[in-house]
């Protein structure tokens, strides 16, 4: 019994990778006041549920009629975080949370950093 915990526990943790996923916040949310890291954090809590959900009950059905393969779902994901690591590094804006025009709640957030990468590991 403790060693199926320990299994599933480590597999959900190098899933979510919760490191890069506070990196990755903390970087986009640095010129955020406290209330708005929160309104972001609530956002994000959220749209990690929906979009869980959705996959789990509906998401073969979904990409199939969408024709989606997982391959191509795997390599939009990285592509997205590769465009997003390079802008990084450069030093670069990639996601301008000053103007107020981009919200990184849902994307790039939710989804690749947190929830895309279930795919690539499984």
């Known amino acids: 019994m403790l060693s199926q915990f320990i299994n599933t526990y480590l597999k959900l943790f190098f899933i979510l990778t919760p490191f890069v996923a506070l990196t990755s916040f903390l970087t986009w949310s640095k010129d955020c006041s406290k209330v708005e890291r929160f309104a972001i954090i609530r956002r994000v809590i959220i749209a990690i549920v929906v979009i ?7 998401g073969d059905y979904l990409f199939a009629v969408m024709g989606i393969t997982l391959d191509a779902f795997r390599i939009g994901a990285g592509i997205l975080l590769l465009l997003s690591a390079i802008s990084l590094v450069q030093g670069k804006e990639f996601y301008d949370m ?3 025009t981009q919200d ?5 957030l939710a989804i690749p950093v947190i929830v895309g990468r279930g795919p690539l590991v499984s």
């Open 52 to 58: 869980s959900a959705v996959l789990l009950t509906c």
């Open 98 to 100: 000053q103007k107020g």
């Open 104 to 108: 990184i709640a849902v994307v790039p």
